[in-house]
């Protein structure tokens, strides 16, 4: 199976920086896509950021110009470079893959545990 490890949130003060880690393991022979999700209390789980296998990106436009997604094929990792901290962006964050076990098998997206990131102002 594949497991997604998440790690690098915390508390941090308005106008801060974290950065989230998200690795992937297991049987895996490709990685297609990959995202953060957030999710606040009492709030629907939002798309902060995604990436194309190819590297393409997008961001909600709530984080454009203070967050930057990127991975690494070779370690299968995701990252989320969050600047300029906001007390909204306070939510607990997901990391999302979608991957492929075989050669010609299918595609099934995986979700990370989450981590909490807490913004005071």
């Known amino acids: 199976q594949v497991q997604l490890v998440e790690s690098g949130g915390g508390l941090v003060q308005a106008g801060g920086s974290l950065r989230l880690s998200c690795a992937a393991s297991?049987?895996?022979?490709?990685?297609?896509?990959m995202g953060w999700y957030r999710q606040a209390p009492g709030k629907q789980r939002e798309s902060v950021a995604g990436?194309?296998?190819?590297?393409?990106?997008n961001y909600a436009d709530s984080v454009k110009g203070r967050f930057t997604i990127s991975r690494d094929n070779a370690k299968n990792t995701v990252w989320l470079k969050m600047n300029s901290l906001k007390p909204e962006d306070t939510a607990v964050y997901y990391c999302?893959?979608?991957?492929?076990?075989?050669?010609?098998?299918?595609?099934?997206?995986?979700w990370g545990q989450g981590t909490q990131v807490t913004v005071s102002s």
């Open positions: 297991g049987t895996i022979f490709s990685i297609n896509s």
């Open positions: 999302q893959v979608s991957v492929r076990t075989a050669v010609a098998g299918p595609w099934y997206v995986y």
């Open positions: 990436i194309t296998s190819g590297g393409s990106t």
